[in-house]
DNA sequence: CGTAGGTTTGACCGTTTGGTCAAATTGTCA
DNA sequence: TGACAATTTGACCAAACGGTCAAACCTACG
């Protein structure tokens, strides 16, 4: 019955069909949260995008709420890969550098994503503040313990790690949640990321150089 | 007839009632529209932040939209005014130090209105694009071209003036936009505008000394 | 006072919304 | 092939939505 709906929220979609629908519906919404917020998006605008009727989306995911979760959790694993692959052993400003290079990456190439997790926090992460909490917390602290053990050998210069981290997240999401900004402000309707990673590479290279 | 209400949106309101109820809804339509987008907020809610019945409000405000422009337009002046305020009289790095500073102030006692310009520009700036494109565009372009003068002068590190200018925005405003996931982090549930300060202080002093 | 204009409200309307359901269609596999 | 499960759909529903309107209510001011 439709317990097979249900299932599938747990476990990964069997059949061919289900495979291709879900993918379908979760490009689709990501699409419509991402500029429209999760209230502002409707269970219509998705399902158009993803070219099913309404009810056949249902189908596959129960309720609006549950295609705003499967795009959350899955974007939470992808947002804290960049940090992960902090490397202890490596040289600690490249490592920065690389960090930061990842997480510009990400913007240039995943802004929707940037925006369905900046329209999240703005409305207070309802829906994933407990991840933060835990998480996000626990792998930022264990980095921060990293950079200060960089800082303390004299490797960087020092700062608060935990504020270091919040500027890279915030220069470089910028060019993805405020890229219409930028866009204006520069005349050029799109961000140069080129551009971007130039001055962004200068700027950390200057605030971490011993 | 009606036609005061139309009147009210050109011309401040007259009436003592009509400017205390004008405030009244505006404080609270900033409440809601700042945690839910434009279309994830609704009349019924504003109405009810603001203590009065939907017909009252719409009284006053002919529909949503005209709310929203009101707010976005208010915004728009003192968004811009730090940033006007830039002094080519001035010491350069204490003048872009001073500008930093008043953004962080405004992340800190304004962050529903920096919440309100957050969600418009992450939804492709639909209401305000125009007013990027020109007002903002000619004054970033007339602070950029002092700022490379004080580079080209040696008073400040060369960068990308343009660059510069929006690491500041992302910065500052990352503390309000973002401070639920600043509080989650840091385990204190919200923002120490204090470290911040002090760490962008250190941050943009590293950036700008020649 | 009184009355004219400003203000407030309950009842209402058409549309959109998230979601349901039985029936029809398609896919799978012995 | 047949038969059972998986998929798709049109019709539908109750609630929420933005907005309207006439009538009732205030309030300033001569």
């Known amino acids: 019955m439709?317990?097979?709906?249900?299932?599938?929220l747990t476990q990964p979609p069997k059949t061919r069909i289900q495979r291709k629908n879900h993918a379908l519906i979760l490009e689709a919404a990501l699409e419509v949260f991402s500029t429209h917020g999760f209230r502002g998006a409707t269970v219509d605008q998705i399902a158009a995008q993803a070219g099913l009727?309404?009810?056949n989306l249902l189908y596959y995911f129960a309720t609006k709420e549950t295609i705003h979760v499967a795009l959350l959790s899955r974007l939470m694993e992808n947002w804290l890969a960049p940090l992960e692959a902090l490397n202890a052993d490596g040289a600690p400003i490249e490592e920065l550098l690389g960090y930061m290079h990842r997480k510009l990456e990400m913007s240039r190439d995943y802004p929707r994503e940037s925006r369905l997790f900046a329209n999240e926090i703005l409305q207070g992460a309802p829906r994933i503040l407990p991840s933060l909490e835990t998480d996000l917390r626990n792998l930022v602290d264990a980095k921060c313990l990293l950079i200060q053990r960089w800082m303390d050998a004299g490797q960087l210069a020092p700062s608060d790690p935990y504020h270091l981290i919040f500027s890279i997240w915030s220069l470089t999401q910028h060019y993805a949640d405020f890229g219409v900004q930028v866009g204006a402000v520069l005349g050029t309707g799109a961000v140069?990321?080129?551009q971007a990673h130039q001055h962004l590479t200068l700027h950390f290279t200057r605030m971490l150089t011993p």
């Open 192 to 194: 140069d990321f080129e």
């Open 2 to 8: 439709n317990e097979t709906a249900k299932l599938e």
């Open 53 to 55: 009727s309404k009810p």
